[in-house]
């Protein structure tokens, strides 16, 4: 049977039946859980007296609230303290491996997943998190879900989905010198919109994405769900099988060959039928920022912000409540927009490359005055490399604040907050009003070394200015 794309392997190979109402039930092979959405699901448990079908399948953190400046226990935050005593307790009463603060593996669960080789090419992977997307850089079918859906997963280890349409995102050709993962997913953003991807799986492929790192890839995918697809994966290659050699849970050994033969065959035909097909030019990208309030309201380094008049009649309604809420003026150039804050991390850019790349335009200079720059990795594996590597030391020497692991101001459900109307250069995947923890504060979304540019001339700046 030829013909077929990586979507129609893996869900055709966990699908278990086709329900009466259209839905497929869907085998799910690996859920992630953290201290937010698990707890109501693990309530529903105790309530009907029933325990996880296959605990050896589900893995937790913590991430969200976990402050990243102090974490001794009790944390100071009274809330915080008790969804982590309350994830605590319920990985112990049903038999969850847990990656604790103690056990030097804690960090957000869409980059200790990946970094530990659990996510795996040809799995079927969900959590009650919205960016669990992300790992479907490694060729599997991973996507966000419900807290009343965790449940349904834990008690059954199945879920009823309706199918998707697959749309393949072909980029083609050499990045230019400067420009990174984070613009090329926004770039995808900006062309097919934030509601485009709504009823599609996403295969991002071409030869711009095969030439990209693992963490690259994750990058990209992570931010699928941002363009409306629930779904976004990358055919698993060399590259992914030798990120996944030597990981503490990818196979071993003879066992790990036979993986690469069986992740190998899951890779969509070369004649594979698509749904719809679009095509990017990768010199057509540049640094990308936004300047809305959804990742789709994004242009490059060089343009101007748009004239509302000049816009599709459907987004000018958000343009207007953009501008309004932003503070910003429209026809204006994104290149010299003051920033208070710059933060570097999330589960989009906090891996060991993301560091790297800040880390090349802070060496040798100093953040702006009045500017707070907040560093933080994504693992606690990611910053012990990174401490290895000295980059923390660049950071401090810049002036930069070097933190623990956690999802930090990405959405703030922790001490790091935007203040007021403060304005933030940010790493993360979404610019929403409110999200960074300030019912007014206002997020401007950019690649890390850009956000690094930024933190040194204290207003949104070209990073390949920094660049020698």
């Given at each position: 049977m030829?013909?077929?794309?990586?979507?129609?392997?893996?869900?055709?190979?966990?699908?278990?039946?086709?329900?009466?109402?259209?839905h497929d039930q869907l085998f799910i092979g690996l859920q992630y859980v953290h201290e937010v959405t698990s707890p109501p699901a693990f309530a529903g448990l105790r309530e009907k007296g029933t325990k996880i079908s296959y605990p050896e399948r589900t893995f937790a953190t913590v991430d969200h609230v976990i402050p990243t400046d102090d974490t001794s226990r009790p944390f100071k935050d009274k809330q915080a303290e008790l969804m982590l005593s309350t994830l605590e307790k319920n990985v112990k009463d049903f038999d969850v491996t847990f990656f604790s603060p103690s056990s030097g593996k804690q960090g957000v669960v869409h980059i200790i997943g990946p970094e530990m080789g659990l996510t795996q090419p040809g799995m079927t992977i969900v959590c009650g998190d919205s960016h669990t997307c992300t790992h479907g850089a490694f060729g599997s079918l991973a996507f966000g879900i419900g807290t009343?859906?965790?449940?349904?997963?834990?008690?059954?280890?199945?879920?009823?989905?309706?199918?998707?349409?697959?749309?393949?995102?072909?980029?083609?050709?050499?990045?230019?010198?400067?420009?990174?993962?984070?613009?090329i997913i926004l770039k995808?953003?900006?062309?097919?919109?934030?509601?485009?991807?709504?009823?599609?799986?996403y295969e991002f492929t071409g030869t711009t994405i095969e030439n990209l790192s693992m963490e690259d890839r994750l990058t990209i995918c992570n931010m699928s769900i941002e363009a409306g697809a629930r779904i976004g994966y990358i055919n698993p290659d060399d590259t992914t099988f030798e990120y996944l050699r030597g990981r503490e849970y990818a196979p071993k050994g003879e066992a790990f060959e036979r993986a690469v033969e069986y992740w190998k065959s899951i890779a969509s035909d070369k004649d594979a039928e698509y749904d719809d097909i679009v095509n990017i030019d990768a010199n057509d990208i540049e640094p990308m920022v936004t300047w809305g309030i959804t990742p789709g309201?994004?242009?490059?380094?060089?343009?101007?912000?748009?004239?509302?008049?000049?816009?599709?009649?459907?987004?000018?309604?958000?343009?207007?409540?953009?501008?309004?809420?932003?503070?910003?003026?429209?026809?204006?150039?994104?290149?010299?927009?003051?920033?208070?804050?710059?933060?570097?991390?999330a589960c989009t850019n906090g891996k060991l490359s993301d560091l790297k790349a800040a880390a090349e335009i802070l060496d040798g200079k100093k953040v702006s005055k009045n500017i707070r720059l907040l560093v933080v990795p994504g693992s606690m594996k990611v910053k012990a490399e990174a401490e290895a590597e000295g980059l923390d030391r660049i950071f401090k020497a810049a002036g930069a604040e070097w933190r623990e692991a956690g999802c930090s101001m990405c959405l703030a459900m922790n001490p790091d907050k935007l203040e007021g109307d403060q304005i933030s250069a940010s790493t993360s995947n979404r610019n929403f009003i409110g999200r960074q923890g300030s019912p007014s504060g206002r997020t401007l979304l950019l690649g890390p070394a850009m956000a690094a540019a930024a933190a040194v001339k204290g207003s949104i700046a070209d990073a390949r200015e920094f660049l020698a």
């Open positions: 030829s013909k077929r794309t990586l979507y129609d392997k893996v869900w055709a190979k966990h699908k278990v039946a086709t329900l009466p109402t259209g009343s859906e965790v449940q349904m997963v834990m008690e059954t280890q199945t879920l009823a989905m309706k199918p998707f349409k697959v749309r393949q995102v072909n980029v083609k050709g050499p990045l230019k010198k400067g420009v990174c993962a984070k613009d995808i953003i900006q062309l097919l919109g934030v509601k485009g991807g709504l009823g599609y799986a309201q994004v242009i490059g380094i060089n343009e101007n912000m748009p004239l509302i008049n000049d816009l599709p009649e459907e987004d000018i309604k958000s343009a207007k409540e953009a501008y309004a809420y932003m503070k910003l003026e429209e026809g204006s150039p994104i290149k010299g927009v003051p920033v208070d804050v710059v933060f570097i991390g």
